[in-house]
């Protein structure tokens, strides 16, 4: 990565600390792994939620196994994950719109401050380049029924067919910025759905997370998986397999090949995450260090 990107990402990575610390919020960054195919760059709590975020410079760089690991460790971890990112194919993010990138929100800096310290709500949502509005359909008929109005009446009011304004009623159709305008003109505001940023991760099914990379990750995952655990294997966060059953949430930190001091960093970051979210964090450097894991399940 070019040294001048580079340091712009990192003023990205400060600012968006800088916001959300704004109200007292705990938050830490992630340092490690470094590089761009890392899942994880910053993490959110207070008492009513947590966020997990992945900063990037264009939202177009974001690469399927990073978005897929940071669904993953937001699911297990029950965080809301969402991307800040200053550029959307090449053009500046835009302060009043939500973005979907590969089933992830991604907003901008200034976006994000207004929802989360200004209590904005933002009603535009972009997905693959087109704009869409939501409308409240219990609202929207409401006022349609108060105002006298059938569903034909609004067709001709939007130039759509009948059982378009019916699927709008049913909340299975969002609107064109045009036609949501128009609605509005005869309904008011009161009808807009606002774009919920923080929503609960969800996996696909053809979404599959990395295989384990070591005969020692694949006992400990199979020990795991047959104690109840539903496991996953991460490779792009400083945590390397995470386990859940019910209430009760593990984290698994793996030497590998790495240095004594990467190794030190890595538990480093790892450890901002464990103590953010409360959860339980084994280190492992070798065979031995799998004794503490059995004999806690047991």
């Known amino acids: 990565m070019p040294h001048k990107l580079r340091k712009e990402l990192e003023e990205l990575v400060e600012e968006t600390y800088r916001v959300l610390r704004c109200k007292g919020r705990r938050v830490e960054i ?3 792994p470094q590089g761009s195919s890392k899942a ?5 709590v207070d008492k009513e939620k947590r966020i997990f975020i992945r900063i990037v410079y264009d939202s177009h760089d974001l690469g399927r196994g990073g978005v897929l690991e940071l669904k993953a460790t937001a699911k297990m971890l029950n965080a809301s994950p969402i991307v800040v990112s200053a550029y959307v194919n090449g053009f500046e993010a835009e302060e009043d719109v939500i973005y979907e990138r590969h089933g992830l929100n991604v907003v901008s800096v200034t976006a994000l401050k207004n929802i989360v310290n ?3 709500n933002l009603y535009i949502y972009n997905v693959r380049g087109t704009y869409t509005i939501k409308i409240d359909p219990i609202k929207l008929k409401k006022k349609r029924e108060e105002l006298g109005l059938s569903l034909g009446d ?3 009011l939007l130039g759509v067919s009948r059982k378009t304004v ?3 009623e049913k909340g299975t159709m969002n609107l064109s910025i045009e036609k949501a305008t128009r609605l509005v003109e005869v ?3 009161e009808i807009l759905e606002p774009v919920e940023l923080f929503k609960e991760p969800r996996l696909k099914d053809n979404e599959v997370l990395s295989k384990p990379d070591t005969k020692l990750e694949e006992e400990i995952i199979t020990f795991l998986e047959k104690h109840g655990f539903h496991v996953c294997h991460l490779r792009r966060t400083p945590i390397d397999v995470l386990a859940k059953s019910g209430n009760k949430i593990m984290s698994i930190i793996l030497k590998h090949l790495l240095s004594s001091r990467r190794f030190r960093l890595k538990i480093n970051e790892a450890e901002k995450i464990i103590r953010a979210t409360n959860i339980k964090g084994y280190i492992v450097s070798s065979e031995d ?3 503490e894991i059995k004999h806690d399940i047991n």
């Open 187 to 189: 309904f008011g505001e």
């Open 118 to 120: 200004n209590d904005e």
């Open 154 to 156: 609004v067709a001709n």
């Open 289 to 291: 260090d799998i004794k």
């Open 30 to 32: 992630i340092w490690y």
């Open 40 to 44: 994880l760059d910053l993490i959110s």
């Open 166 to 168: 019916y699927e709008y």
